[in-house]
């Protein structure tokens, strides 16, 4: 069993610092990973100078007046609009599945002229998903990620199996999205995969540091 999950639980509460507090203020990225009914709603936070990890929010879905169990999305807003509100906000990479309309009124809110702040990142192309949850587990290993010790998001780490692919890395191995235990699974992923994103989003704002300094510094990209 230990083969098919995702990531190391034991090394993950290994990375726990619940002592650790982000000052308001700070720069940070996030991850979105949403549900309507089913699955978890998760939005998790990465302090971009520490790699320090916690979730914003995780909502289980809630029965509502007509008998219907859906996700409170007036919460997931009230949420999102706190986060920009307490922080510096690089960049929220958020998987549009079911959100693309809540999606769409954070990026009229919160995108500045000529750069995205809330970035569409489908979880479903699925190469480019491996690609980034292997650098998450990675990261993981090496100790460049803390967290806050929250433990929804450590059940949703341990849940996370991995679901092998048809297509390989460079050196010719097999790659792997994450995926629950089985269809329809009350086992949770959505805060693992949300993390993952918000993983993304603190490379990506790396990165555009690098290319920032680097043009400063007078070098020339083609």
Known sequence: EEESMAFDRTRWAELARSDYKVAPGALVVGGFDGSVSEDYTALVLTEVATGHQWPAGIWAPELNAKGEWEIDVAAVDAAVEDVFRLYNVWRLNADPFYWMEQL??????????????????????????????????????????THNGDPRFAEHMG???????????????????????????????????????????????IAGWALADARKAGWFFV
């Open 159 to 205: 849940n996370a199996r991995k679901h092998m692919q048809s297509f390989v890395d460079d050196n010719g191995e097999r790659m792997w999205t994450i995926s629950k235990d089985r269809q329809g699974s009350p086992f949770k992923i959505d805060a693992a995969m949300a993390g993952c994103l918000s993983w993304r989003a603190r490379l990506e704002a």
């Open 104 to 145: 769409a009124a954070w990026a009229g809110r919160y995108n500045r002229p000529g750069r995205e702040v809330v970035v569409s990142w489908r979880t479903t192309e699925l190469r480019r998903m491996a690609l980034a949850l292997l650098d998450y587990r990675t990261a993981i290993t090496a100790g460049e990620v």
